[in-house]
T-cell receptor, first 110, second 112 residues
Framework: SQTIHQWPATLVQPVGSPLSLECTVE??????LYWYRQAAGRGLQLLFY??????ISSEVPQNLSASRPQDRQFILSSKKLLLSDSGFYLC?????????FGQGTRLTVV | GENVEQHPSTLSVQEGDSAVIKCTYS??????FPWYKQELGKRPQLIID?????GEKKDQRIAVTLNKTAKHFSLHITETQPEDSAVYFC???????????FGTGTRLTIIP
């Protein structure tokens, strides 16, 4: 069966520090991979999606970037965090429509 | 691209009553409409989905209806229970497409 791993579960980082969140998927090949952000009490905002290694599409201009160095690995990064980057970050994978989410990372920028 | 609107943003119902959440979508090509439930602090999880070749689908106390002509679909929860309290998201996409567009979510509270 397919599983998705996302870490860390919680993270507190100072403003201006770098960020790296990692997500890996097991049990499937060539999945579509996604990074979503959810601000407190808000909906799911799609940040990036990838249909293959090295292929990244950005949905909104922002302080973040994404990379897919391997088929089942998706990384969300920032060189310098802003206060507004705080939120709940969710990685997800899909094959033909249905999405499966990771446990999420609650990021607090202080 | 697809745009999904979801109403209401918050909903409180008495335990045992029914709850209805409605979504509209803009892209007539969309043919797959899943619903996700997100409990506090947890990941969204699929609870039911419907494809455009059917108008209604039921799974115990949960049902989803789809009106392709009007481009709207709804989630119905009957005999609500406290564990139904959560945020519910609708979504729409073209099956096989790489992007799933979500609604803004509905916070459902079941009052004991």
């Amino acid at each position: 069966s397919q599983t998705i791993h996302q870490w860390p579960a919680t993270l507190v980082q100072p403003v201006g520090s770098p960020l790296s969140l990692e997500c890996t998927v097991e049990g499937t090949s060539n999945p579509n991979l996604y990074w979503y952000r959810q601000a407190a009490g808000r909906g799911l905002q799609l940040l990036f999606y990838s249909v293959g290694i090295g292929q990244i599409s950005s949905e909104v201009p922002q302080n973040l970037s994404a990379s897919r160095p391997q088929d089942r690995q998706f990384i969300l990064s920032s060189k310098k965090l802003l206060l507004s980057d705080s939120g709940f970050y969710l990685c997800a994978w899909s094959v033909s429509g249905e999405a499966f989410f990771g446990q999420g990372t609650r990021l607090t920028v202080v | 691209g697809e745009n999904v609107e979801q109403h209401p943003s918050t909903l409180s119902v008495q335990e045992g009553d029914s709850a209805v959440i409605k979504c509209t979508y803009s892209d007539s090509a969309s043919n797959y409409f899943p619903w996700y439930k997100q409990e506090l602090g947890k990941r969204p999880q699929l609870i039911i989905d419907i494809r455009s070749n059917v108008g209604e689908k039921k799974d115990q106390r949960i049902a989803v209806t789809l009106n392709k002509t009007a481009k709207h679909f709804s989630l119905h929860i009957t005999e609500t229970q406290p564990e139904d309290s959560a945020v519910y998201f609708c979504a729409a996409t073209l099956w096989g497409n790489e992007k799933l567009t979500f609604g803004t979510g509905t916070r459902l509270t079941i009052i004991p």
